[in-house]
């Protein structure tokens, strides 16, 4: 007799073009669902670029003709994963904006909502020209169209409440196959000791002594990087005479920026314009983003746009109190 379908060893593609614990929340996502899929039926991992082992998940990698444009890179993935995926399996499930898959996973804002939401009048219509002149955007377009289109056993998971109602606003045929599957933590490692805080200060290369803000992100403009670094300046303003100057004064303000460090150019000219030169520390990305966690006084997160702050809750279940943009 067969096994009831609840019991079922199931063979599940799973579809994520960046398949690295270094990417950040939506890859961290991802790659935690993979590791608890993997106990009870067959993984495979479709992706460009892996940075993973973990037993029982088999991995594919799909080639990369061309890195940019990105849109072009986008229909290559979604063509050559459907093309690999379309027999042998009983579910596929995408992280990535693809016309396949029974499981839509979705981490990021729709892109109808970017370009339209919040404009009425002439400015539709000067998106919709955009829209209609650029070969990217009505790329894209496609593609979130064919990815939300209501097919037969379809379900499109949204990351958290507010993209989910982003997601029923901006295509009202997802409805009935939504639902709402946050990402979590396994563990809650509290405060670190001030050993350990020590310890990850110097395996970080941050100076011991005084507070150390954290910033981590891979898009440092879109988290809101430079407005951090407005306030850092505005914050040593208010510090006592010398204080934000004197290498030995006993407040000096240090900021850790975790993330893409391919971003860290682009904020050069503001750092020295605000004197902070010495106190920003480009750390790159961090295979195991815990030590900064435990090197840091506190996360600041002045997000401009995010469907959830995994990085927060990460930061509170390490002890650190966080600072973070309003909701709306």
């Known amino acids: 007799m067969d096994a009831s379908p609840s019991l079922r060893r199931l063979r599940v593609a799973v579809l994520s073009r960046n398949f690295d614990p270094t990417g950040g929340g939506a890859e961290r996502y991802a790659i935690a669902l993979v590791e608890q899929l993997a106990a009870r039926h067959e993984i495979h991992v479709f992706a460009q670029r892996i940075h993973h082992q973990f037993p029982g998940v088999t991995y594919h990698h799909v080639t990369m003709p061309m890195a940019r ?89 949204a990351t958290s409440n507010t993209l989910r109602d982003v997601l029923a606003a901006t295509h009202a045929e997802t409805v009935p196959m939504l639902e709402v599957i946050t990402p979590g933590i396994d563990t809650a490692p509290g405060a670190p000791s001030l050993e350990k805080k020590r310890a990850a200060r110097e395996a970080l290369g941050l100076p011991i002594q005084g507070p150390v803000l954290l910033f981590v992100a891979n898009d440092f403009h879109k988290k809101g990087l430079a407005s951090l670094l407005d306030a850092m300046a505005q914050l040593e303003k208010a510090c006592p005479s010398g204080a934000a100057t004197d290498p030995t004064a006993t407040f000096q303000l240090h900021l850790a920026v975790v993330g893409n460090a391919a971003q860290a150019g682009d904020f050069g000219v503001q750092i020295q314009r605000l004197g902070l030169g010495r106190r920003v520390r480009f750390l790159g990305q961090l295979r195991e983003v815990g030590t900064a966690y435990d090197a840091a006084d506190a996360l600041v997160h002045p997000t401009l746009e995010d469907t959830f702050g995994m990085v927060v809750l990460e930061a509170m279940a390490h002890g650190l109190p966080v600072v973070v943009s309003a909701a709306r």
């Open 69 to 157: 444009p990105r849109w072009i890179n986008q229909l290559w993935f979604a063509f050559a994963t459907w093309r690999a995926t379309r027999h042998g399996f009983d579910v596929v499930h995408s992280h990535e904006n693809t016309w396949h898959g029974q499981v839509q996973t979705v981490h990021v804002l729709p892109i109808r909502h970017n370009l339209f939401v919040g404009r009425t009048g002439l400015a539709v219509a000067l998106r919709w020209l955009k829209v209609t002149t650029s070969v990217r955007l009505l790329a894209y377009l496609w593609l979130e169209k064919r990815r939300y289109a209501p097919q037969p056993g379809r379900h499109i998971v």
